[in-house]
Every structure is written in structure tokens, then in C-alpha cells.
């Protein structure tokens, strides 16, 4: 039977003290709700349908980019109506699984049984055991332990508190019973509001089938009501998804400091990821990288036997096998370095190709640049790409060597073999195998001494005769033109 999913995502989630609807509340750096969605996108439904309400405007502009069909819940009048609401434009031969914009660790894995239950015409819910069920429905059997209703905790006994079987919310069921069953709901509860979970007890009087779907842990079904709950939700999640990487081959310096925001990440054998590294997006880590301290890490490949140092930002960009990079590196979008490339300390390099066995180990720039390989980049080098309007390439050919403190000025061209002396301005193209410099004069002045503390009187005098008249103002330290030597 063909699968639609609907899920409920109307709340306003009063308790998060927040502009933004619950939905949108962000979990490992997306909303609840697209983690929802992409576990309904694992059982290839025909339909996804979201039924919205509060915040609707903000809550369908965050999903432009997503296949969904919205379905308004003008007035919230329970998990009833708001199935209700979708309810139209489902066709009866459709199998309905019910899914919480809420509840967003709940795994595929979990869902496809009640999904099957439902397809052979009974109805579905996933229930779970808890110790502590507060808030949740009581799962009541008969004395031959067959489902007989849900009791909504606000409306259940002494007795009925006690039952530690509750029910998460999500259920499946074929649509054509399900519409019927929709149709006797009734308002006669403390909140007077439509209850989905009434549908049981009238689908037992009935004579329908209903089967209860035990959960495989209480962690998948957790409800997010509050920035507590938010919290805790994160947590297992973390947990969740460290767990993922050890079993492929990773070892974690501490599986409770790591982060995974979003997106896939995929790891080879042997590779070390230290603590307090964040990772967003699509991002592979080849056999034996190493991640230090405090790294992020998006949208990137890092080849293997690559060492990342602490503090380093990885962003879009392709790293080869055996470089080494950082500590307080930052790769920016469209970076490739080649193999055994060194960046090292506070070195930034944005959309720029690194050949490999080149360096830039200091305090440098490397931007819209072509480097071949065996290059060597000297501490304090920058290129300057930029100049106020247009961002131009520079080019520097392999085993080139350019010395500390230098400016390519772009765009220019170094040749291969090329020396670049010290503290040079490069403006125009470098030849192969020579070396170019620039030297301003180097001068001494012979009656310059070193300026003594003055006064607060003394300085606060020398400011005033200094802003009064700026032209004739003169910087102590540069000699006269007599002084020069």
C-alpha cells in the first residue's frame, strides 16, 4: 500500500519562552522538524504532508527547499482535528502513518513495523516502557493482554497512572479506517479538545485489530516541550551520533564533546577525533586522520594520514593525504591541498589550490591562488587579491620560494624556481629560476633618541599643538633629509 506521512506541527510550544515556533527550534543546527522529515523521507512516502498553525508563515519558509504538501490547522483543537485536516486529500487505499514535528530522534528502523501492521489492516502504535511516564498516555489492556485504549495522562485514574506501558503518539493505520474512526472523536475530556489517541478505543469497538509496537528506546520517542527537554533531546543525540562513529572505526577522545550538526559524516579506520570538534554537513575522514581540540569542521574531505592541530576551521574544501594543518589554520570555501601540504599557525587560505609538498607554516594569506608544488611561503606572506572591487588570481610556480614579509600583488605570476626576497612588494610577474626583490633604502638617523614618558600635563599639550596645527606636524622618528646616511 502506498505510504503518506503526516506529520503534526502545529503547536506553538508556549513553554520555550521563544519568537520561534517549536519546530524550528534548532537541534544539532536544524530545526526538529527537518529531522522529522528526513526520517519520513527513509520510508519513500508518496506524500509527506505537515500540518501547520502557529508561526506558519516562518515554519514554511524554512522548508522552501523540501517536497511538502502543508496542510493549515487554523484553530488547534487537538492531534484529532489536525490529523483531521490532512485527512482530504489522502485516498482510502493509503496506509497513514502519523509522525510529532516534536519527537525527532524516532528512526526509520522503528517506524517500518507499524507501517507493516498497518498495510495488513490493523492499527498501529508505537508504544514505550518508562519508569517516570509523566505526560504520556497509558497504554490499558484487558486480562488477555490485548489493547483496549489509550488514556491521555490528564484524564487518567490513580490506577491508570501507575501503567508504566505509555503511548509515544505515533501510530500508523490504513486510511479508509482511519477516516472513520476520525469521524466518532469527541471533545468530552478535561482539555475538550479532538484526542487522536481515542481512535484506539474506537477502533476496538469496532472489532478492528490494534497492535502495539514496542519502541526500542525511550530516547526515540522524546518530546520536546521545553529548552530542558530541548537539552536533554541534544544529548542523546550526540550521543547517538558518536556512537555511529565509533562503531565505523573511530576513536573519540570524549563521545560527550563532539557535535554533529546536521548532514552526513563519514569516517575510515584508525582516525582520532579529539574533544570539542563540531561537525557540519557532508564531511569524510580518510584511515588514520587526526582532529585535535576545538576544530570545526564543514562540508569537507581530509585524505588520509592528514593531522589537523587544534583550533582549526575547515570549510568546503578538500584536503589530501599527509598534510598537516594548524594549530588556528582556516581553510575557507574551495580550498585543495595537494599531498604533505603544510598550513600551518594562523595561515588562511580560501579558493586556492596548494600542489603538494608546499608550505605556508606562518601568519599568511593565500587567496584565489594557484600554487604548484614544492613551494615554500615564508611567515607574514600575503596575496593580495583584492583590490576594492574585483578579486584577481596569483599564480606561483612549483618550488618556488618566497621569503618572509612579502606582497604579491595580483594579478602577477611567480615563475618556477623563483626566489622572492624578503619583505619584498611583487607587483609585476617574477621570472623562473631567479630572484627578484624590492629594497626601499635603509636609513639611520644619527641624532634620534628614544621618546621619554611624558606627563599627563606634557602629553595632553603636545595633542592639543599636534591637532591645532596638523600640517606642520612631524613624526620625531624620521630624520631630516641632512640626518640621512
Not at 516541550?225 to 542523546?236: G, I, P
Not at 582549526?312 to 581553510?331: K, S, T, Y
Not at 638617523?445 to 603636545?462: G, H, V
Request: charged fraction near 20%; proline fraction near 5%; charge should be negative.
Amino acid at each position: 500500500m502506498p505510504l503518506s506521512v503526516v506529520i503534526l506541527a502545529a503547536g506553538q510550544g508556549k513553554r520555550m519562552n521563544s519568537d520561534l515556533p517549536k519546530v524550528l527550534q534548532p537541534l544539532a543546527g536544524q530545526p526538529l522538524l527537518q529531522h522529522v522529515i528526513r526520517t519520513a523521507r527513509a520510508l519513500n512516502p508518496a506524500n509527506v504532508y505537515v500540518v501547520y498553525g502557529h508561526g506558519g508563515a516562518q515554519v514554511r519558509a524554512a522548508f522552501d527547499h523540501e517536497d511538502l504538501d502543508w496542510v493549515l490547522q487554523a484553530e488547534q483543537l487537538g492531534t484529532g482535528h489536525a490529523v483531521m485536516q490532512a485527512m482530504s486529500a489522502i485516498p482510502d487505499d493509503h496506509t497513514v502513518l502519523v509522525l510529532y514535528g516534536d519527537v525527532p530522534l524516532v528512526r526509520a528502523s522503528s517506524l517500518q513495523p507499524l507501517t507493516v501492521a498497518a498495510s495488513g489492516g490493523a492499527l498501529a502504535i508505537l508504544a514505550v516502557n518508562l519508569d517516570e511516564a509523566a505526560g504520556y498516555g497509558r497504554i490499558v489492556r484487558d486480562p488477555l493482554g490485548h489493547v483496549r485504549a489509550i488514556v491521555e495522562h490528564k484524564d487518567a485514574s490513580a490506577d491508570e497512572l501507575k501503567i508504566k506501558e505509555a503511548h509515544s503518539g505515533l501510530m500508523a493505520a490504513p486510511a479508509i479506517l482511519l477516516r472513520g474512526w476520525l469521524l466518532g472523536l469527541g471533545t468530552a475530556n478535561s482539555q475538550r479538545e479532538y484526542y487522536l489517541t481515542d481512535v484506539v478505543g474506537l477502533a476496538v469497538k469496532s472489532g478492528d485489530r490494534v497492535e502495539a509496537v514496542l519502541a526500542p528506546s525511550a530516547t526515540e520517542v522524546l518530546g520536546v516541550n521545553d529548552r530542558m527537554q530541548l537539552a536533554e533531546v541534544e544529548t542523546c543525540y550526540r550521543m547517538h551520533r558518536a556512537r555511529e562513529l565509533m562503531v565505523a572505526g573511530a576513536m573519540l577522545a570524549d563521545p560527550a564533546r563532539i557535535d554533529v550538526r546536521g548532514g552526513e559524516v563519514s569516517v575510515e579506520r584508525d582516525v582520532f577525533i579529539d574533544v570539542n570538534t563540531v561537525f557540519i554537513g557532508k564531511v569524510h575522514l580518510a584511515a588514520r586522520v587526526k582532529i585535535g581540540p576545538n576544530c570545526i569542521i564543514k562540508d569537507a574531505s581530509i585524505g588520509a594520514d592528514t593531522e589537523l592541530l587544534a583550533n582549526c576551521v575547515v570549510e568546503d574544501a578538500r584536503v589530501g593525504a599527509n598534510c598537516r594543518i594548524g594549530p588556528f589554520a582556516r581553510l575557507r570555501p574551495h580550498t585543495v591541498l595537494g599531498r604533505g601540504v603544510h598550513i600551518g599557525n594562523f595561515v588562511e587560505v580560501k579558493n586556492s589550490e596548494i600542489g603538494a609538498d608546499s608550505k605556508a607554516n606562518h601568519l599568511s594569506y593565500v587567496g584565489d591562488a594557484h600554487v604548484g608544488s614544492g613551494v615554500n611561503v615564508g611567515a607574514g606572506t600575503i596575496t593580495c587579491n583584492y583590490d576594492g572591487a574585483n578579486k584577481w588570481p596569483t599564480e606561483i610556480g612549483d618550488g618556488a620560494f618566497i621569503g618572509s614579509g612579502s606582497m604579491l600583488v595580483a594579478p602577477v605570476r611567480i615563475g618556477a624556481g623563483s626566489t622572492v626576497g624578503a619583505g619584498s612588494t611583487i607587483a609585476r610577474n617574477a621570472p623562473p629560476g631567479k630572484l627578484t626583490l624590492t629594497r626601499a633604502p635603509q636609513v639611520t638617523s644619527a641624532s634620534w633618541t628614544r621618546p621619554r614618558k611624558l606627563s599627563a600635563d606634557e602629553l595632553a599639550a603636545a595633542v592639543e599643538r599636534a591637532l591645532r596645527e596638523p600640517e606642520t606636524a612631524t613624526d620625531p622618528s624620521t630624520p631630516d633629509e641632512s640626518e640621512k646616511s
